[in-house]
């Protein structure tokens, strides 16, 4: 297996929301997930126990979990003014960083982003935050980026 990928949400607002990404990172192949921000509390969306089986780590503050990015990974966030997704190359090491359900990633974090990358959608909406994370983790996974 070539390169790896960690998947985590900056500040977030929803607590099942944390667990259903979490289930999905499990599933489809993520090296690690990640908080930056709100703490949680043990997720029942969560049915796999995720963090069982992958690393899970906490960070209080956005410096803080920059200062430890591993090494020649690629910061990527996913966000509604980014490149469309299917026409974008996911990097061999990539940390994907979604955004609160309610204001998104801020300007200083977007700031630090290798890429900034968003999910084309059919009507004007968008996705949930865990949907999001799937659908990137997912179309990594068809597209063989791995």
């Not at 969306?45 to 200062?67: G, Q």
Request: hydrophobic share 35%.
């Amino acid at each position: 297996m070539r390169g790896y990928f960690e998947i985590g949400i900056y500040n977030p607002k929803s607590e099942v929301n944390i667990g259903t990404l979490w289930r999905s990172a499990y599933i489809l192949g993520a090296s690690g997930i990640f908080t930056i921000g709100r703490r949680y509390r043990e997720q029942a969306s969560d049915t796999l126990k995720a963090t069982r089986h992958i690393p899970l780590r906490h960070f209080l503050e956005f410096d803080d979990f920059f200062e430890t990015m591993p090494k020649g990974a690629r910061l990527i966030g996913i966000e509604e003014c980014g490149k469309e997704l299917h026409s974008w190359c996911h990097p061999h090491q990539a940390v994907y960083l979604l955004g609160a359900e309610d204001y998104g990633l801020p300007q200083k974090v977007q700031d630090k982003c290798h890429s900034i990358v968003s999910i084309e959608n059919v009507r004007d909406f968008c996705y949930n935050v865990a949907t999001a994370g799937s659908i990137v983790m997912y179309d990594r996974l068809i597209r063989g980026t791995y």
